[in-house]
């Protein structure tokens, strides 16, 4: 098994290199500068925009086409919030957020790459996925309504800060929830564990009817 998943690493870590530009002359600006340059520059924003869709075409095999996941366990790309996906390119870059396979992947692209693959998910829609199990759900809006709301909107699509969650995968969302309710280091937050550590397994299962079924 970590052979194989070092075998697709490598993969896509040469295919990666292929869109990687030719070196300009000077210093450039760091991840940080560029972004806000992007954010208040129409035209860079839309030339890093389609240089994201090719590193999206690798991204695919795990993240699905426009960032929506066909895995239940790979979270959806697709309609996050800028910021927030370009401070976990941080973590993973850092070492803050641990997994071996997006960490490769990442530091082998350029800030122009990591930019572009932002604003291009930021850009795509959430394939909406109803319930099929409206009481459930309906019980997991009650939850989500007492407390989820306050941090990430009533329809869930959560901030700068804060990650959007509306229309999630449920296996993700499943295992992010009882992750931060152990405290495990995987999922640790000064927010998030307090308010699901008291969460019995059937109120987790509740949330995640609901939320995965947000459009």
């Known amino acids: ?24 002359a000077g210093p450039k600006p760091d991840l940080d500068t560029r972004f806000k340059e992007a954010m208040s ?24 086409e426009g960032g929506n996941s066909t895995k239940s366990s790979v979270p959806n790309l697709a309609g996050q919030n800028p910021a927030y996906l370009m401070e976990q390119i941080r973590q993973f870059s850092d070492g803050r957020r641990r997994y071996e396979f997006m960490e490769g992947m990442i530091r082998a692209m350029n800030n122009d790459e990591k930019i572009g693959m932002v604003l291009f998910y930021a850009a795509q829609e959430v394939v909406h ?36 969650i509306a229309g999630q995968q449920d296996e993700y969302l499943r295992t992010t929830l009882q992750r931060y309710r152990a405290g495990t280091n ?30």
């Open 186 to 215: 995987v999922r640790v937050n000064s927010i998030m564990t307090p308010n699901v550590k008291l969460l019995s397994d059937q109120d987790i299962e509740a949330l995640v009817a609901y939320v995965s079924s947000m459009p």
């Open 41 to 64: 520059n129409p035209q860079l924003a839309d030339q890093l925009y389609k240089t994201g869709r090719k590193v999206a075409a690798v991204c695919a095999n795990c993240h699905g």
């Open 1 to 24: 098994m970590v052979q194989r998943i070092r075998g697709v690493l490598a993969a896509a870590l040469m295919a990666v290199a292929v869109w990687q530009p030719a070196a300009a």
């Open 129 to 164: 996925k109803p319930s099929s199990n409206k009481p459930l759900a309906d019980r997991g809006a009650d939850i989500f309504n007492k407390n989820c709301f306050r941090c990430h909107g009533n329809a869930g699509r959560g901030s700068d800060q804060v990650a959007r």
